[in-house]
T-cell receptor, first 115, second 115 residues
Framework: AQKVTQAQTEISVVEKEDVTLDCVYE???????LFWYKQPPSGELVFLIR??????QNEISGRYSWNFQKSTSSFNFTITASQVVDSAVYFC????????????FGTGTRLTIIP | DAGITQSPRHKVTETGTPVTLRCHQT?????MYWYRQDPGHGLRLIHY???????DKGEVSDGYSVSRSKTEDFLLTLESATSSQTSVYFCAITPYSGSPYYEQYFGPGTRLTVT
């Protein structure tokens, strides 16, 4: 069975600070996919990134960066120079090849950026 | 924009009544999913479909049924609504017809309250 743990339930930081959201996953499969989604206060779910298990390169997109480490089963998300618009609930998710085609989500981290 | 709409967007119903939620997509995606979102649980898969008339159960399928008689519509039915089914329901699609192992894109959600 797959499991995704987001131990940080809520985080608050002052605007312009950097913040890292943690994601730890569990799976016995060797081929899997990791995702991050953003859910702003308006409620929609916005896809941010997908990472395959065989690609451990970190990724940067503007102020966002992702650190994938298979050795620690982690896929952490860092926001640099945070802005109020980054306030949202962030979900990490996992799917596996050969499974039942489902995304297994973590419970989410609510990030509040204080102006 | 993945072209996904959900109806209704909000619904209040009484315990014991049947309820049907509709997910409609405009781009002939093969894979469609229904999730529910509850505090402390993230999103959990209810049912999914991998083609017309092809559906399977997810993690929390008890009390729910689905139907997909045409590519663009995926219906979720609560046979006899209970208060534990009060939740926000999201429909999702995978925009690659050959595989489900890519990111999913979500509809705007339906907030269902069972009184």
């Amino acid at each position: 069975a797959q499991k995704v743990t987001q131990a940080q339930t809520e985080i608050s930081v002052v605007e312009k600070e950097d913040v890292t959201l943690d994601c730890v996953y569990e799976t016995r499969d060797t081929t899997y996919y990791l995702f991050w989604y953003k859910q702003p206060p308006s409620g929609e779910l916005v896809f941010l990134i997908r990472r395959n298990s065989f690609d451990e390169q970190n990724e940067i997109s503007g102020r966002y960066s992702w650190n994938f480490q298979k050795s620690t089963s982690s896929f952490n998300f860092t926001i640099t120079a945070s802005q109020v618009v980054d306030s949202a609930v962030y979900f990490c998710a996992l799917s596996v090849r050969g499974g039942n085609e489902k995304l297994t989500f973590g419970t989410g981290t609510r990030l509040t950026i204080i102006p | 924009d993945a072209g996904i709409t959900q109806s209704p967007r909000h619904k209040v119903t009484e315990t014991g009544t049947p309820v049907t939620l509709r997910c409609h997509q405009t781009e002939n995606h093969r894979y469609m999913y229904w999730y529910r979102q509850d505090p402390g649980h993230g999103l959990r898969l209810i049912h999914y479909s991998y083609g017309v008339k092809d559906t399977d159960k997810g993690e929390v399928s008890d009390g729910y049924s689905v139907s997909r008689s045409k590519t663009e519509d995926f219906l979720l039915t609560l046979e006899s609504a209970t208060s534990s089914q009060t939740s926000v329901y999201f429909c999702a699609i995978t925009p690659y017809s050959g595989s489900p192992y890519y990111e999913q894109y979500f509809g705007p959600g339906t907030r269902l309250t069972v009184t």
